[in-house]
């Protein structure tokens, strides 16, 4: 197949058409009209800029899907708010059925506090309701989903009590997912769910998703992507990421043999440290400043941290340590440096490390420790100067003094939590809305972490240019020398993957 983009720019370029041939650039071609076969596919550029294509380095594509079909709860600014589409939503459910849904911030809500079984009992009497925070590391359950819990036998260890000591319906960290397990799910589901985010991601100029598989699903999540692998319908690429709970899963059934090619490849084992900032469950060195007596939450000790990222790293995996806090990020890397070896030649990275001191900033650089980041967190953790205090909130997304170090950092958008949309991650990156403006990055800079930065972290070849694989995202706009407050507005004219268009705003 023949594909040229007419009338666009690339990067230092002046205006002209790109050829693709076969899958990989084959000329740009300044000024006039390419000469190419008449029966060649032609996309107008209208003088956008095309990069190559964009990779979001940590997402969570299946949990996206999932989220559509389920009760979203973003946005909802009070508690009458998530009362009114639980109820809604209770009306269409069958008795004894499951509600799920994700999304409700008690930051953002006019109560300005957690919400408890109490508050959405009384609208979901005939049903179990699990909801998630925005973060999905703490749960809100109902009455009957604690007594269907209880059914199962499942401690309080992880369970908010209240003076009573009855669970008041907020669970953390490790104990949501056994709940998130019971939820009814199958094949078919994950697979629409997947379909249902690649349309999202296309239109965001994506072409490659690193996929976070989750705890609770991870059996049907991955049986899905092997079915749609395996009969071509999948049109992004994929870097797969397991929980470690599934490393003798995918080796029992050979799946990483099913999934091992450019398309979709099997690359690595995700293990949470610790929490959120916005739960206040990462764990930190100093108590929060908005609530002394807490410091956050181990996953693991040194000791069984040490032992999972050794067990990721002997099978041969990408270890992605997910850690938010400071005392996360010191854990994390004490087990990553334990097994790096020199210049980490498997690509070990910190998840998030977001809080990141001087002292961990310089360890990373030592042990060449890769790391993933999400620029959205920057403007949407508006409280986080009250969370930590001014002082370490200097140090909270300190993403040019990562990349000034030679840290490998790329980016991404832990979707369902933040928009898959690269754009307003660089855009975030640039202008970070006034917090810490030292951190800021410069567009070439914000367009590596999608791209150059992105591609090494997963392991792929460093193609531009001439002869690469024409995975291409066309702006409907010349960025080069644009203002960074302005970036925002600028959308996705296509999404090219392996010379197939896969999407096209026209």
Known sequence: ???????????????????????????????????????????????????????????????????????????????????????????????????????????????????????IDDVTPNNPVVLTRVCGHIGLLNSRALQEMANAAVGLEGYDLDSRGTPTGIVRESALPPVLAVLPKSEAAMTSDLLTAEVEASKSGLTTLHCIISEAAYQEELSALV????????????????????????????????????KVRLSGVKIYADGSLGARTAALREPYADDPGNSGLLRYSQDALNQAVEAAHDAGFQAVVHAIGDRAVEQALEAISRVSGPGNERRHRIEHASLLPPDLLSRMRKHAVRATVQPLFITSDTWASERLGPERARHLYPLRSMLKAG????????????????????????????????????????????????????????????????????????????????????RVSATVVGGEPVYSAS
């Not at 008690?106 to 109560?111: A, D, G, I, T």
């Not at 397991?242 to 029992?252: F, M, N, Q, S, T």
């Not at 990483?256 to 090619?261: C, K, M």
Request: glycine letters at 12%.
């Open 1 to 119: 197949m023949t594909l040229v983009i007419e009338d666009c720019k690339l990067w230092g370029r002046k205006g002209g058409s790109l050829v693709v041939e076969e899958g990989r650039i084959a000329a740009f071609v300044e000024g006039g009209t390419p000469k190419v076969r008449s029966d060649a596919t032609r996309i107008s550029g209208n003088g956008g800029t095309v990069f190559m294509g964009f990779i979001d380095t940590h997402c969570h594509p299946f949990e996206y899907g999932w989220l559509r079909r389920n009760l979203d709860l973003k946005g909802t600014s009070n508690l009458t708010g998530i009362r009114l589409r639980l109820s809604a939503r209770a009306r269409s459910t069958l008795p004894g059925a499951w509600i799920a849904g994700m999304g409700w911030d008690q930051e953002r809500l006019s109560e300005a506090r957690m919400p408890t079984r109490s508050d």
């Open 227 to 262: 079915g749609l692998h395996s009969s071509g319908s999948l049109s992004l690429k994929y870097k797969v990421y397991i929980p470690a709970a599934a490393i003798g899963y995918v080796e029992d059934r050979r799946i990483r043999d099913r999934l091992n090619d450019d």
């Open 407 to 490: 840290i490998i950092a790329s980016g991404s958008s832990d979707s369902p939590i933040e928009s898959m949309s690269p754009i307003l991650g660089m855009w975030a990156s640039m202008v970070r809305s006034g917090v810490a403006p030292e951190e800021a990055l410069s567009m070439s800079e914000a367009v590596a972490l999608y791209t150059s930065n992105a591609r090494s972290n997963g392991g792929d070849p460093e193609e531009e240019g001439l002869g690469a694989r024409a995975d291409l995202c066309l702006l409907d706009s010349d960025v080069e020398g644009m203002h960074p407050a302005l970036l925002r507005k600028v």
